[in-house]
């Protein structure tokens, strides 16, 4: 029954993941956001497609995703298997958020295109440990307030994910199995944040402005 659980969990959150949030935000005023800036689907190219009307509820629908994954895949594990492992437990909950990630960047419903997971592999790694996720977001948003750049953002918030889930892990403080979490929330932003990397080398990587 721990299998069944952590099965049915990454298929929840894989398709949790998969809901085109950005695409339906700014479908609502008439713009397709696939055909706009780097026609990613997450909050950022969607303040570029329709403005903050359409990139609020973007990104708090990103952040919900994977968020909701993790805390249904909890909540199924004390409701019905009571006598669940807590390493089966953290290792199902890991396994449903990092599917989420997974599910934003190659969503099932756009042909398995989708976002670069900045704002759904924080949110979610702040669901299933806020010591961790403090600590992501917190790198995340000084580095977006640095640079301007949302892609350094992102790909921060993965890099750190990784990071403090090993260390924490190492030290104590948080089960292994965040690790798995971390370890593909950061190979999915990576390689969706492909194209921003040779543009920062390039010197043409976008800059957020508020205009």
Known sequence: MDWLLIVAGAL?????????????ATGIY???IRTVGSGRTGATNAWRAAGLKAAIPTLLGDALKGAAAVLLVRYAAGAFLPEMDAIAVAAAAALAGACAVVGHNW?????FKGGAGGITTAATILAISPLIGGVVCLVGLLLIWWSRMASIGTYSVSV???VCALVFAIAGLTPWPYVLFGLIAFLAVTTSLRRNRQALKDGEERVITLW
């Open 12 to 24: 929840l959150g894989y398709l949790l993941g998969s809901v085109p949030v950005g695409l339906l």
């Open 30 to 32: 008439g713009v397709d």
């Open 107 to 111: 969503s099932l419903y756009l042909g």
């Open 160 to 162: 750190t994910s990784l």
